[in-house]
């Protein structure tokens, strides 16, 4: 499957974004779909995560209350909605699509990768 990731900006501290990424399969219900972030010199990061129906989620403590992950299974879209954004959250986002029930939080347990999208929140 390929993924391709969108609606990365430039955004003043406080602001919001949300980002896209759209999956080219029929079966994107199969997937547990993920979202990672790097920002330059640091390791990939776990952002979010949310299952297959959409029922569960999880988030990095880093983000929570403050991101919201979302799907569309007819659409074969994952969504990223970032709210109050601080400046530390500028990184290349990644989305991440797994075959899988379980929710996963590694980065090398996800077998899909989309291109990334930049993010980068101004103080």
């Known amino acids: 499957v390929q993924l391709q990731a969108s609606g990365g900006g430039l955004v003043q501290a406080g602001g919001s974004l949300r980002l896209s990424c759209a999956a080219s399969t029929r079966t994107f219900s199969r997937y547990v779909m993920a979202w990672f972030r790097q920002a330059p010199g640091k390791e990939r990061e776990f952002v979010a995560v949310?299952?297959?129906?959409?029922?569960?989620?999880y988030y990095a403590d880093s983000v929570k209350g403050r991101v919201t992950i979302s799907r569309d299974n007819a659409k074969s879209t994952v969504y990223l909605q970032m709210n109050s954004l601080k400046p530390e959250d500028t990184a290349v986002y990644y989305c991440?699509?797994?075959?899988?029930?379980?929710?996963?939080?590694?980065?090398?347990?996800?077998?899909?990768w989309g291109q990334g999208t930049q993010v980068t929140v101004s103080s």
């Open positions: 991440a699509a797994d075959v899988t029930e379980v929710i996963r939080t590694h980065g090398d347990e996800y077998d899909y």
């Open positions: 949310i299952s297959r129906s959409g029922g569960r989620t």
